[in-house]
């Protein structure tokens, strides 16, 4: 049962959403002008305000602030005759968690009084976002987060090879941050206070990102009516972070290892040797060993770029880092759009755990940009977030399974939602079963069960070789 506040100045239609919302077994408090309701707000305790538009003295969308001041935390529903967008955008940028045009349709203000109640009771989970210094926020942008072991063996080779002279290539799939990690070599490094200087190799065709890299001389092409510095030139001692290295050209690639080797490079259309002391960081999404199987990547290249090599590991295989990451967006986000969105609701939590994120941090960080964005208030909750997401990690529902199913049928059915719910990892799926990994191996063998995005776990334990079960005798 919860208490509500129905502010409207219509004495009829105040009494018939009491009686309706009496029926509906809630507390109901009426007020026929916005004083009187900020009064009845800031005396009782109210769970949600329905608020008319059209009052006398002080509309409802200009007392929309002074609602807020009184009860912050206690959702607004606002009821109107206008349909047009102005007035919609200036009521849920002032506040209000619901929009109700007139003629009210009942159904629809039911809804909206249901939804709204259940997204502010949910149970939740608040981040610690602190306030940032403001000459801190820029380098903040680019911190890197997490706890899990694979994240701390990452710092502690940071802090090993900062300030030493060589090359670094960063491995991992895409969004996982690639560059990030890239910036916090430069800002750990005696290097910090020269340029960081980031290249795409695969956005400019191989012309144009020749003269990028090198920089070319007056009239050296087409077009070239100035002599044009490099990014090589730009990045003197500072770092060059080239992106999706293993999309260069072979001409580049040759190019490029004469930097590397002989810390020299001539720009284009020019005769002058000119001297690099810019530090190399590569990052690629690539195999590049398979690539240099293939010959499409020189070997030689490849060893000198990966003097040091850090992999960064994709989402799935770093939960743990989930939360802290989260915490660590949420706080960019909310700055860039000046927000105050700082907490969770326990369904979202368990959503974004049960999600194989294959488009890793970045996807992360859409999917929150998109949260902030909509949140009304200061809480992410289910209805937020999308639904490919949300009904991940849902494995208790009814399945909808006809009475006459099989219990052969029963386990294939329940063991394949299990196998799911883990992104076929099986060791996980065996703890939430309570059966051994070899009887799981045996089950899916049986139903000639596939994981359908061919990612199943493959991990390999002792109990695999060790664990056994009694044989089934008959009679």
């Not at 195999?287 to 960064?312: A, C, M, P, T």
């Not at 860039?336 to 969105?341: D, G, I, K, T, Y």
């Not at 959503?351 to 809480?379: H, I, M, Q």
Request: net charge negative.
């Amino acid at each position: 049962m919860s208490s509500l506040l129905i502010i409207d100045d219509d004495i009829a239609i105040c009494r018939t959403l009491q009686l309706h919302y009496t029926s509906l077994s809630h507390q109901v408090i009426t007020a026929h002008s916005v004083n009187d309701g900020l009064l009845a707000a800031a005396s009782n305790e109210i769970d949600l305000i329905i608020l008319d538009n059209q009052m006398p003295i002080k509309s409802g969308l200009e007392s929309l602030p002074d609602f807020r001041e009184v009860v912050p935390n206690i959702p607004i529903i606002m009821i109107t005759a206008y349909h047009d967008m102005e007035t919609t955008i200036a009521a849920m940028q002032n506040g209000a968690d619901d929009y109700i045009h007139k003629p009210v349709d009942i159904n629809e203000l039911d809804q909206a009084v249901e939804r709204t109640l259940i997204r502010s009771n949910e149970e939740n989970t608040k981040l610690s976002i602190p306030e940032e210094d403001s000459n801190k926020v820029q380098k903040n942008n680019n911190r890197m987060a997490g706890h899990s072991t694979a994240m701390r063996e990452i710092y502690k080779t940071i802090g090993l090879i900062a300030n030493k002279p060589i090359n670094v290539l960063i491995t991992g799939e895409s969004g996982t941050g690639k560059e990030l990690v890239a910036k916090a070599i430069h800002e750990s490094s005696n290097r910090s206070e020269g340029p960081y200087v980031a290249v795409n190799c695969a956005a400019l065709v191989e012309s144009l990102l020749e003269s990028d890299l090198f920089g070319h001389e007056k009239g050296a092409f087409t077009g070239a009516i100035n002599k044009h510095p490099g990014k090589f030139s730009i990045a003197e001692n500072g770092t060059l972070f080239l992106d999706e290295v293993g999309e260069l050209s072979p001409a580049i690639q040759a190019k490029l290892l004469r930097v590397i080797q002989e810390k020299e490079y001539i720009p284009v259309g020019g005769t002058n040797v000119i001297k690099s002391n810019a530090r190399i960081i590569a990052a690629t999404n690539n195999d590049l060993q398979e690539k240099v199987k293939l010959g499409l990547f020189r070997e030689d290249l490849f060893y000198r770029l990966q003097v040091v090599n850090i992999n960064i590991p994709p989402l799935r295989e770093r939960k743990e880092d989930l939360m802290d990451l989260i915490q660590n967006l949420l706080g960019r986000i909310n700055r860039e759009m000046s927000n105050s969105v700082c907490r969770l609701s326990m369904e979202v939590i368990n959503s974004f755990n049960g999600y194989r994120w294959p488009g890793n941090v970045r996807e992360l960080e859409n999917v929150l940009t998109k949260a902030v964005a909509l949140s009304p208030t200061d809480t992410i909750t289910l209805d937020l977030i999308p639904e490919f997401i949300s009904e991940k990690h849902v494995i208790n529902s009814d399945p909808g399974i006809p009475v006459q199913t099989s219990l052969e049928e029963m386990e294939k059915i329940h063991v394949a939602r299990v196998l799911n719910f883990t992104n076929w990892h099986k060791g996980e799926s065996c703890k939430i079963l309570g059966i051994s990994r070899p009887r799981l191996r045996r089950i899916i063998k049986q139903h000639n069960m596939v994981d359908p995005c061919g990612t199943e776990n493959e991990e390999v334990d002792i109990e695999d070789f060790m664990e056994t079960e009694p044989l089934e005798h008959s009679g």
